[in-house]
């Protein structure tokens, strides 16, 4: 029997930082030169969200890479406007410590959104959702429920009524 949807999903890790100790290092290639290699059309959805990992470095450090992210997702839509780009927010996350607990990811946030302003890509808005949500506890990889709103929501961009 074959597929019922014609759906191929491609997933790639960003480039350092990581914390993965598990990863292979030939995947590994910053998100701007992967979006590079995009070809782009309509039935296409790109996906991005970076954050987590970068909540141990300097928010200069992020913008910077959120300003070539940016540059890349501009050329994908250049050569191919009808190409539909999504960004996740970060979510609250577990955590006290100020370099790595809500108060520098909901930094990093408000960096990706001022970088991402005005731009042709649709912003799911994880923050929100899990800072809204008072039955589960925060953490870095949210409930499974919280998971089924953000793909509801990211649904209704790539199949509207």
């Known amino acids: 029997m074959g597929p019922v949807h014609n759906i191929t999903v491609n997933h790639r890790m960003h480039g350092p930082p990581y914390r993965c100790l598990w ?10 030169n992967a979006i590079d290699e995009i070809k782009g059309g309509p039935n296409d959805v790109v996906g991005i969200t970076i954050w987590a990992h970068f909540t141990s470095y300097p928010v200069e450090v992020y913008r910077k890479r959120m300003e070539a992210v940016r540059a890349a997702i501009e050329r994908l839509l250049h ?6 780009v999504v960004i996740k927010s970060a979510n609250t996350r577990e955590g006290g410590v100020i370099n790595a607990g809500d108060w520098h990811a909901y930094r990093l946030d408000r960096v990706m959104r001022e970088v991402f302003h005005g731009m042709k890509v ?3 808005d994880a923050w929100e959702m899990t ?4 039955w589960h506890g925060d953490a870095i990889h949210p409930a499974e429920d919280i998971i089924v709103q953000e793909l509801e929501f990211l649904c209704s961009f790539v199949c509207p009524l």
Not at 79 to 84: C, F, K, M, V
Request: charged fraction near 15%.
């Open 131 to 134: 800072n809204a949500q008072h």
């Open 23 to 32: 990863t292979r290092t030939f995947l590994i290639k910053y998100v701007a």
């Open 122 to 124: 649709v912003l799911v």
């Open 79 to 84: 050569r191919s406007p009808e190409t539909l």
